[in-house]
Nanobody, 125 residues
Framework: QVQLEESGGGLVQPGESLRLSCSAS????????LAWFRQAPGKEREWVTS???????DYTHSVKGRFTISKDNAKSTLYLEMNDLRPEDTAMYYC???????????????????WGQGTQVTISS
């Protein structure tokens, strides 16, 4: 049972941009977090960014100023706008969600109960 589904991945050259989308199969009310994680071969799954139900966002240092997370509640869709992509950004990207959050979003995978199947993002010349 997949609650979230990502799309928009692909192969791009360094410096180019890409936008990922994630559709939710579950209704999400107040007090929730939506996030993007990524995992490169042989590496641990890494938290990239998250957005709280009120719109508050947070980013890992390596993507600050380049990536933007946003959501469209009417479309039940989460987005990740990625600019100035670098080879180091190459990974499988996953969207994740959790509900019942009171103050802040978790940054570890264990804090999220809902996951998408992943979409591959490859940056190469």
């Amino acid at each position: 049972q997949v609650q979230l589904e990502e799309s928009g991945g692909g192969l791009v050259q360094p410096g180019e941009s890409l936008r990922l989308s994630c559709s939710a199969s579950l209704y999400i009310g107040s007090g929730y977090c939506l996030a993007w994680f990524r995992q490169a071969p042989g590496k641990e799954r890494e938290w990239v960014t998250s957005i709280f139900s009120d719109g508050t966002t947070d980013y890992t240092h390596s993507v600050k100023g380049r990536f933007t997370i946003s959501k469209d509640n009417a479309k039940s869709t989460l987005y990740l706008e990625m600019n100035d992509l670098r080879p180091e950004d190459t990974a499988m990207y996953y969207c994740a969600g959790t509900s019942g959050v009171k103050w802040s979003c978790p940054v570890e995978s264990g804090g999220f109960g809902f996951w998408g199947q992943g979409t591959q993002v490859t940056i190469s010349s």
